[in-house]
Structure formats: structure tokens, C-alpha cells
């Protein structure tokens, strides 16, 4: 019997390769669930930390407000990210 290999351990594994953690995020986009989008942004940003303000850049458009504000006590080493670019960030809900 085959040995089963865990999902997380898997996408963890196939996140590393950038070009497939954008794709994962593009497909996770085209969804229209911030709840999905929310997921797969913490997927990522736990492989690519350096990267988060990238991510959370490219991507905080298909966020709820209350999503951007989890993934902020999710990551409590982005606060200053968050807290610097708070307004930029919120202006995506105002329009």
C-alpha cells in the first residue's frame, strides 16, 4: 500500500516554486471567496514570508475587510506592514 502524503506537507513542498504560488493565488482568485482567498494567502505567505507584502499587495483586492484584519493577527510579525500601509489598504474598500 502506497504511503499517503499529507496535503499541507504537499502544497507546502509546491509553494516554494514562486511561479506555482502565484498561480495557486490566481486560480484561488477566480474563485470570488474571500474566505478561499484568505486561505490560500496564509498558505503562501507561511512559505514566502519575506514575500508577504508582495502578496498581501497583489492580492488584498479580493479580501474582506475583517479578512486583511485576521490575516494581520495571523502574521503578527506583518504589524508594521499592515500598520504603514493601513490607508492604502482600507482605500481598496472605499471605492
Known amino acids: 500500500m502506497a504511503k ?6 504537499d502544497l507546502k513542498v509546491r509553494l516554494t516554486n514562486k511561479s506555482y504560488a502565484v498561480g495557486y493565488l490566481n486560480e484561488c482568485a477566480s474563485d470570488n471567496d474571500s474566505a478561499v482567498m484568505y486561505i490560500a494567502l496564509c498558505d503562501v505567505i507561511r512559505v514566502h514570508p519575506a514575500m508577504a507584502s508582495f502578496f498581501i499587495s ?3 483586492r479580493y479580501l474582506q475587510p475583517n479578512d ?13 506592514y499592515f500598520d504603514s500601509h493601513q490607508e492604502v489598504l482600507g ?3 472605499d471605492q
Open 4 to 9: 499517503s502524503v499529507s496535503y499541507e506537507l
Open 58 to 60: 497583489a492580492y488584498a
Open 68 to 80: 486583511l484584519q485576521k490575516l494581520k493577527q495571523s502574521f503578527p510579525d506583518l504589524s508594521d
Open 91 to 93: 482605500a481598496l474598500y
